[in-house]
């Protein structure tokens, strides 16, 4: 691994996750996350000559990372077009799916594309550069409901609502929340000092879901994946927060992101994944030394049925 890859990202529970795809050497694999190229690499590491990965990133600063291999097709785009993506590129079914929902330690580093709050720039907050909305005009023209509406669900954030009034009266007032230390600004009088971190992490969150349509995204791939994996191919997802491990979870469950779980005639369950891990994988504390932002990771790996 490059100097760039270790920057760019460290992935979470390597060698777990690579381990839940049970790699077939001549099958075709799908990394919906590339960022810097780490589990795609051990995924490499695996494949013999008839074998085929296909790497997602909808931020184009991630094919500096591509891997140079014939058996290795980098994709420009949003894990939500999964399935057109693949059939533009001619493949019906795939052997495994594996998203880390992370996001890269390159965006958090990144001052510029204001992903962090430990660094004034402008509220930017797009994985995709070409994108049109960024975090910036999002808080200039949603309104008072809607602001407290994605604060308090994508950041389960309990002073929501005082915050986005804060923002509105802000703007009103002729200071716009541009850049992230306007958005500290208005924001911080709301957080407890013990509890600063935290929430604005939560803030920080909550914005970045938003404008990137992240849940939107996963509901999209998720359901995706039930239409390429063949039969026996294994999904493997790797989330950050409880709002994604909710939907992968009931996805999983149920085949929905409701979690219902139908049953048949008999009283069999109608489920279209085998769980292979009844219980969710976390990092070990050697990990979590290593690497401390590895410490919320969670993993679940299915088998489709």
């Known amino acids: ?17 690579v381990a839940g795809l ?28 008839e074998g085929r990965l296909y790497g997602f990133d909808q931020d184009m600063d991630a094919y500096a990372n591509r891997i140079d291999d014939a058996r290795f097709t980098f994709v420009h785009g949003n894990f939500a077009y999964l399935a057109n993506f693949l059939r533009y590129y ?11 929902l992370g996001v890269s330690f390159h965006h958090f580093d990144d001052a510029e594309r204001g992903f962090s709050f430990r660094a004034d720039a402008p509220l930017d907050m797009r994985m995709n550069r070409l994108a049109t909305v960024k975090a910036s005009d999002l808080l200039a023209k949603a309104g008072e409901e809607e602001i407290a509406d994605l604060l308090y669900n994508y950041g389960e954030l309990k002073q929501a609502r005082r915050m986005a009034a804060a ?11 541009a850049t992230v230390g306007q958005l500290l600004e208005v924001v911080k009088p709301f957080i407890k000092p013990a ?15 938003a404008v990137n349509d992240e849940l939107g995204a996963l509901r999209a791939m998720l359901v995706q994946s039930l239409q390429v994996l063949r039969p026996g191919g294994r999904l493997v997802v790797i989330t950050y927060h409880s709002l994604e491990d909710r939907l992968v979870k009931n ?9 219902k779980v139908e ?10 994944f085998r769980m292979v ?15 401390p932002r590895s410490r919320s990771a969670k993993l679940r790996i299915a088998e489709k049925i």
């Open 1 to 17: 691994m490059n100097d760039r890859q270790i920057v760019y990202h460290i992935p979470a529970l390597l060698e777990e996750s």
């Open 22 to 49: 049970a790699i077939a050497p001549s099958g075709t694999y799908v990394d919906v996350t590339f960022g810097g190229g780490g589990h795609s690499r051990a995924i490499m590491s695996h494949l013999g000559d």
């Open 90 to 100: 001619g493949v019906d079914v795939v052997d495994g799916i594996i998203a880390d």
């Open 167 to 177: 923002i509105v009266q802000s703007r009103a007032a002729g200071k716009p929340v």
């Open 195 to 209: 509890q600063e971190k935290k929430e604005l992490a939560q803030v920080f969150q909550a914005l970045r879901i």
């Open 251 to 259: 996805f999983i469950k149920s085949g929905n992101m409701e979690g």
């Open 263 to 272: 049953k048949d005639f008999f009283g069999r369950t109608n489920a279209p």
């Open 277 to 291: 891990n009844n219980k969710v994988i976390q990092p070990t504390a050697e990990e979590v030394e290593r690497n």
